[in-house]
């Protein structure tokens, strides 16, 4: 299963679109970081005076990560829609179904590689808001809260990617289904007539506590619950088709 995923990471690195997607991703963030400092050093002299005001974590580190948190469920399907589909389409998926693996150490090794990459990307991420610690005084009880939140809501976008993967041969249409997904499960409760269910489902209402410096345990839960019936029904479903 390790090989498998480090091998589903040698792949990814092979591939230009990963490093392209690196570097898109650095830009975008590095322009949104500069935008937050810009806008803290604007109004720096106004918030001074004022009794417990919002520092630099709160005002730069916590609004880049929820920057960072939109940008990857935008790059998410680009990187997952390869993983099965692409095996699929190039006829491959017999020789890896063949493997002397059980299917659930098949679907973990691509879902642990591919997750390595989005833990460079965020390590590359994080980098930016630890960088202000050489002037300032931040909080990282706060940034620990939001970069774990962070690294669950990836982890759940890869399972939703990996499983839209394993339905069809076509990357395209897997890096569609898996935005259209994504992006439901994100907008699920901005009705204003939105049940309690919808708020539950909801992948953003459950990442804002995390960017409070809030961690609780339903949060997390309900982030692993994602992940995991994600990929059981990726398993289930390539040890159907394995059985065919």
Not at 27 to 45: E, M, N, P
Request: proline letters at 4%; zero cysteines; glycine letters at 4%.
């Amino acid at each position: 299963m390790l090989a498998l995923a480090r091998n589903e990471l040698y792949r990814l690195f092979l591939s230009p679109l990963a490093w392209v997607i690196l570097a898109l991703s650095q830009v975008i963030l590095a322009y949104l970081f500069l935008t937050h400092i810009d806008y803290f050093i604007q109004i720096q002299a106004k918030i001074s005076a004022i009794p417990g005001a919002p520092g630099v974590t709160e005002l730069i580190a916590t609004p880049l990560l929820s920057n960072a948190a939109t940008i990857l469920l935008l790059l998410t399907p680009l990187i997952t829609m390869r993983l099965i589909a692409e095996e699929r389409r190039n006829e491959s998926l017999p020789l890896l179904l063949s493997a002397p693996l059980s299917m659930l150490q098949i679907v973990l090794g691509k879902f642990l590689g591919t997750l390595g990459f989005f833990f460079i990307l965020l390590l590359l991420i994080i980098l930016m808001p630890l960088s202000l610690a050489i002037g300032s005084s931040l909080d990282f009880g706060l940034l620990a809260a939001a970069f774990l939140g962070l690294i669950l809501l990836v982890a759940s976008f890869t399972a939703i990617g990996l499983f839209l993967s394993s339905l069809t041969k076509q990357p395209s249409i897997a890096a569609v289904t898996t935005f259209a997904t994504l992006f439901l499960l994100w907008i699920i409760d901005w009705s204003t007539q939105s049940t309690g269910l919808f708020n539950w489902l909801s992948l953003l209402n459950h990442y804002q506590p995390f960017l409070q410096g809030e961690v609780r345990t339903s949060d997390i839960a309900y982030y692993l619950i994602i992940t995991v019936v994600f990929l059981t029904l990726t398993v289930r479903h390539l040890d159907s088709e394995r059985l065919n």
